[in-house]
């Protein structure tokens, strides 16, 4: 995204985040810092329960990185 930045917390489950390519396991406990501007996805490698925090001043379904 452009115009926010995105914090996930991992509530529950295990899965794979994928920032900018880089590949890293994931599980409960974990935060990560996604930067506006840079590509990322998030793949559940079991159920996975995720809080995403938005941060920015636009925070619309049009912004796609």
Same mark, same amino acid.
């Given at each position: ?10 509530? !529950? ?7 900018? /390519? @880089?590949?890293? @396991?994931?599980?409960? /406990? ?10 990322? !996805?998030?793949?559940?490698? !079991? ?8 941060? /920015?001043? !636009?925070?619309?379904?049009?912004? @796609?990185?």
């Amino acid at each position: 995204h452009q115009e926010r930045a995105e914090v996930w917390a991992v509530l !529950s489950g295990e899965g794979i985040a994928v920032l900018d /390519g @880089k590949r890293e @396991k994931v599980s409960a /406990g974990d935060v990560i810092q996604l930067p506006r501007g840079h590509r990322h !996805s998030l793949e559940a490698l !079991s159920d996975l329960d995720v809080i995403e925090i938005q941060i /920015g001043k !636009s925070i619309e379904d049009s912004d @796609k990185a």
